[in-house]
């Protein structure tokens, strides 16, 4: 259900609004409040922090749209704002333009075209918050957090989510194109990152697919996690899925025999998730860590060309699901113990 503040002075609009779309409303499409000013309007917006767009007129008394819309672009950059005005107030609509209106209609109102309007703006507006979740959830946040961003983000609220750490259970993959290094003693730099690029296309396609998400591109290597409903299983059929996409791609030319093949570490289980980096240097990493982490980049290095490789515990969890062969007993960095390992067949 989309939530809409129209803030008008002439009531009239409302009982309008009330009647052209009853059948949205009872359906729950849409929701409206309504503001007799631009006062009103931004206590309505305290109280309901989930309005996806604001319908305003220009001319109104205590508050008007103008001011208004300098206040919303203050408060949410996210929040998108549609005017109300007559075609004589064109002066007014530019200005309301310049300050970030994302529409206007004009007066008297078309109904039909203040809907395809509303419509075009909510679209506008989910599309810009599922940009800005997948940006959290997908670690594009890999930059410097300057004052800029987090006023963008959402300000002293975003920068205060920024350090929540929480305890998650998920699964954890490292990909690594075996060799690949090999390639730049007698390829061009230019040749060998957009080769590089070419590869981890295909393997973030597959891990998209299976709703996962690139934590890190370490050197050839990528770093995924797979959080919620079986999430080791996803993880599975997205390697799976990689190993088989990238052994259909050619040799790199006639003249430099190079076939890509990945290898493969994946290990599920319970793992930090949060923001690690230096706050003085205001650059922090969206990341998990811990044992989990390390251990399935340390099964990983003990998968060799083409294999994907898990450890017994969980093998247990899949093995009615999936097709695997034990491999035997190998000795991991900083395990006291022999760790018992399988590789994933199909």
Do not use: W
Not at 67 to 94: C, F, H, P, W
Not at 202 to 222: P, R, T
Not at 308 to 321: F, G, L, R, T
């Amino acid at each position: 259900m989309s939530k809409i503040l129209v803030v008008d002075d002439e009531t009239d609009l409302e009982v309008l609004i009330k009647q052209k779309f009853r059948q949205k409303i009872r359906d729950k499409q849409y929701e409206f409040i309504f503001a007799v000013n631009g006062v009103q309007a931004l206590k309505k917006l305290e109280e309901n922090n989930d309005v996806d767009m604001v319908i305003s007129d220009i001319n109104m008394p205590e508050m008007d749209g103008l001011t208004l819309l300098t206040k919303l672009s203050e408060q949410n950059s996210l929040l998108k704002a549609v005017i109300v005005s007559a075609y004589g107030d064109m002066d007014n609509i530019r200005t309301a333009m310049n300050r970030g209106a994302f529409d206007f209609v004009t007066k008297p109102v078309n109904f039909d075209d203040l809907e395809l309007t509303m419509e075009k703006t909510i679209r506008h507006v989910q599309q810009m918050k599922e940009t800005m979740a997948a940006i959290k959830e997908n670690n594009i946040l890999k930059m410097y957090v300057d004052e800029t961003v987090l006023n963008f983000m959402g300000g002293h609220e975003f920068e205060s989510s920024l350090m929540i750490n929480e305890t998650v259970e998920a699964t954890v993959v490292f990909i690594d194109i075996c060799s690949f290094t090999s390639i730049s003693e007698s390829e061009s730099a230019d040749n060998v990152v957009k080769l590089l690029n070419n590869y981890f296309d295909v393997m973030v396609k597959e891990i998209i697919a299976q709703k996962g998400y690139i934590d890190k591109f370490i050197g050839d290597a990528i770093m995924a996690v797979f959080r919620g409903d079986y999430h080791l299983d996803r993880a599975l059929d997205a390697c799976l899925a990689v190993r088989k996409q990238i052994e259909k791609l050619p040799s790199l030319s006639e003249h430099v025999n190079f076939t890509p093949q990945v290898s493969i570490g994946i290990n599920p289980g319970e793992m930090i998730s949060g923001n690690i980096g230096s706050v003085t240097l205001k650059r922090l990493d969206y990341t998990v860590i811990g044992d989990t982490v390390n251990t399935a980049q340390r099964l990983q290095s003990a998968a060799g060309q083409g294999k994907i490789i898990i450890s017994e515990a969980a093998y247990e969890k899949v093995k009615e699901s999936f097709n695997c062969k034990k491999v035997g007993e190998v000795v991991l960095k900083n395990k006291a113990t022999p760790t018992i390992i399988y590789e994933v067949l199909d």
